[in-house]
């Protein structure tokens, strides 16, 4: 399979992300996105499929899923086989007419569903890159000597 996460740009290809991925996607039917991810595979994806590029083939493999996107304001999809859900419970529905779905990304739609108990399985890729401003143990502190 090709690499799945170059829309990311990662910094190098790393064969053991491109397989977790490629594990959580086997067997799925369909693609469970909230509206900021679908807008961003939305504008990635579809134009890699003529590409030639090495994840044209995970692209047309993105393209062809069932995605419903669980959006209070998309109105008009874009991307092919996007069908717009209005509630955590349009996706019950869904998932008991298919076979198993995928979330990705979409942090706060996955807790509602987590917390509707639609999350049989959890699969978490952690990447180490940190974005925004320092907080926490990140916050640059004074340096002290050491006896």
């Known amino acids: 399979m090709a690499p799945v996460l170059a829309w990311r740009k990662p910094s190098y290809p790393d064969p053991a992300v491109y397989s977790a991925v490629d594990e959580a996607?086997?067997?799925?039917?369909?693609?469970?996105?909230?509206?900021?991810?679908?807008?961003?595979?939305?504008?990635?994806?579809?134009?890699?499929e003529d590409a030639g590029g090495e994840d044209a083939e995970f692209a047309v493999r993105l393209g062809d899923l069932p995605?419903?996107?669980?959006?209070?304001?998309?109105?008009?999809?874009?991307?092919?086989?996007?069908?717009?859900?209005?509630?955590?419970?349009?996706?019950?529905?869904?998932?008991a007419d298919s076979g198993p779905l995928l979330v990705?990304?979409?942090?706060?739609?996955?807790?509602?569903?987590?917390?509707?108990?639609?999350?049989?399985?959890?699969?978490?890729?952690?990447?180490?890159?940190?974005?925004?401003?320092a907080s926490g143990c990140s916050r640059p502190t004074p340096r002290t000597s050491r006896s």
């Open 25 to 48: 996607y086997a067997g799925i039917t369909g693609l469970v996105l909230g509206r900021v991810t679908y807008d961003g595979f939305a504008a990635a994806w579809p134009p890699r």
């Open 67 to 95: 995605k419903y996107v669980v959006s209070s304001t998309l109105t008009d999809p874009t991307w092919r086989n996007t069908t717009v859900l209005s509630s955590v419970d349009q996706v019950a529905d869904r998932k």
């Open 104 to 133: 990705a990304g979409s942090g706060a739609l996955a807790r509602d569903l987590h917390k509707a108990g639609l999350v049989d399985r959890w699969h978490l890729l952690v990447f180490p890159v940190v974005l925004g401003s």
